[in-house]
Each structure stands twice: as structure tokens, then as C-alpha cells.
């Protein structure tokens, strides 16, 4: 469990850090020097999240979805096998967050440790409950969140 906890914390510091004001380079103009260039022009929040869902986070979400999707339906084998698919996704969206304008709350790091505790729960069914309690609830929330955060 503790390193639930460090993965949340990192997760936490890294999505803080990836919603900053300042983005992509400014357009330059032809025969401009690369010293003027330093420029930047600010990149909405909406084009950060886009830029994440097809770049670094790509897949993320899908595989999350699916977990859900099956821990509502009560399949237990559909549930295992999106577990399994999860559990490498987990481990790459704590490296690569949603940015942490799309999710002011925090769902998704919340959503990852909940899905990341049921991977571990090796499948025992007292275990896979507990871990997957509230999953459908905190997805729903993150989903809200995001749309809101990037209209």
C-alpha cells in the first residue's frame, strides 16, 4: 500500500507541475534569430489536455473506462481481463498524469490508485471489491471534470 502512496504522491507533484502557462514556442518568423525566438505563447487548457490524450496519455483513459465499465457490469472475468490489460497502463499513467488543469480535484490520481490496488489484489474477491469501490463514481467525476475544465 505504501507504494500506492508514493506512486499518488509523484503522480500528484508530476500533474502540478504539467499545467503551467507557458507552452509551446511562439510561431517564428523567417530569418528571425533562434535568440529572439525564446518567446512562448500560452497553451489553453484545453489544448494541454488534447495534446496529453494523444501524446503521453494515449490509451489511458480507454483502459481505465474498461475497468469500470467492467466492475459495473459484475463480470468477474471481463473484470480480470481488463485488470490485466490495466495493470501496465496503470504503471505508465503514473509516469505521464492527465494534466492537472483537466483535474483540479485530483480524481484521477485517485482513480489510479483504486485501479492499481485491484491489479494487486490478485484478483481475491474481498480484495477486488474493496479496491474497486467507488470506481464507477470517481470515473464519472473525472469525466465531468475534464469536460468542464476543457470546453
Known sequence: MKY???VAAVGAVIGLTACSNSGAPAASSAGTPAAHRSMSVPVS??????????????????????VSAAGIAGDPQALAVALKKAGPVVVRATHHPIPACADPRGYWDVL??????AVAS???PTNLRAA??????????????V????V
Open 4 to 6: 500506492v502512496a508514493l
Open 45 to 66: 487548457w484545453r489544448q494541454q489536455y488534447h495534446a496529453w490524450q494523444h501524446g503521453s496519455g494515449k490509451g489511458f483513459t480507454a483502459a481505465l473506462h474498461a
Open 112 to 117: 489510479l490508485m483504486h485501479v492499481n490496488a
Open 122 to 124: 490478485k484478483h481475491s
Open 132 to 145: 474497486m469501490k467507488g470506481v464507477s463514481q470517481i470515473q464519472h467525476n473525472l469525466t465531468l471534470e
Open 147 to 150: 469536460k468542464r475544465a476543457t
